[in-house]
């Protein structure tokens, strides 16, 4: 089994900055990509940023220039550097990992998820 953990969400004011963590932790043989997704009430679920195994990164719109994604591969955590943060930041962030579990002659591509975290920026 393999779990997501997110951390460093909470409550900042517009234009402050917040970095979340996501470890992964469990029968990991690799991690492909990590991605952040974000959510608000009444809204779609957002990716917000992903970035592969290579570090090559992408980011919405949105948050171009404002946002930085990293990973330590080492130990299997992904990081959502935010900064310039503004109210239409609000959401629950959640950590996507694509990975792959088991063992090198016996393994499989998984998807996973962890539980959330909170971020409200205030006006």
């Known amino acids: 089994q393999v779990q997501l953990v997110e951390s460093g969400g909470g409550l900042v004011q517009t234009g402050g900055s917040l970095r979340l963590s996501c470890a992964a932790s469990g029968n990991i043989f690799s991690i492909i990509s990590m991605a952040w997704f974000r959510q608000s009430p009444g809204k779609q679920r957002e990716l917000v940023a992903s970035i592969d195994s290579s570090d090559r990164a992408n980011y919405a719109d949105s948050v171009t220039g404002r946002f930085a994604i990293s990973r330590d591969n080492a130990k299997n955590t992904a990081f959502l550097q935010m900064n310039s943060l503004n109210p239409e930041d609000t959401a629950v962030y959640s950590c996507?990992?694509?990975?792959?579990?088991?063992?090198?002659?016996?393994?499989?591509?998984?998807?996973?998820w962890g539980q959330g975290t909170q971020v409200t920026v205030s006006s």
């Open positions: 996507n990992a694509e990975l792959l579990s088991g063992t090198y002659y016996h393994k499989q591509r998984i998807s996973s």
